[in-house]
């Protein structure tokens, strides 16, 4: 059950805790770390934007992996349902890793265009 419920709470608070900082303090661009693609490198703007997008949804897309999470251990410990936790634990990870990239560069093409076409 410990590791279980590390799984659950603990990487995703960690995750949620680095999200926070990203959003609260948006690193210069550089080559290191933050949202880092060629769209969001175009310029500062598009970097910090970058950033504080792919941070808010790191933060939402962790938050609800959470509850899920929870619902999750409370049928598998309270009501004894056979529940296999890894499966969470690789679609936790693939949606906090894909989603903002998705959703990121879906925003950051749609205020690309905007900018190019005024």
Request: charged letters at 15%.
């Amino acid at each position: 059950m410990g590791l279980d419920i590390f799984f659950v709470f603990g990487i995703q608070l960690l995750v949620i805790l680095l999200a926070i900082i990203l959003l609260v303090k948006i690193p210069p661009m550089n080559s290191f770390y933050g949202y880092r693609t060629k769209m969001s490198s175009i310029n500062d703007e598009y970097w910090k934007y970058a950033n504080k997008i792919a941070a808010k949804t790191i933060i939402v897309i962790s938050a609800l992996s959470i509850l899920v999470g929870i619902a999750l251990l409370i049928s598998k410990y309270c009501f004894n349902i056979e529940i296999d936790l890894s499966w969470y634990f690789i679609a936790s990870a693939a949606l906090i890793i894909f989603t903002p990239i998705i959703i990121t560069e879906t925003k950051l093409r749609k205020k690309h265009r905007a900018n190019t076409n005024v």
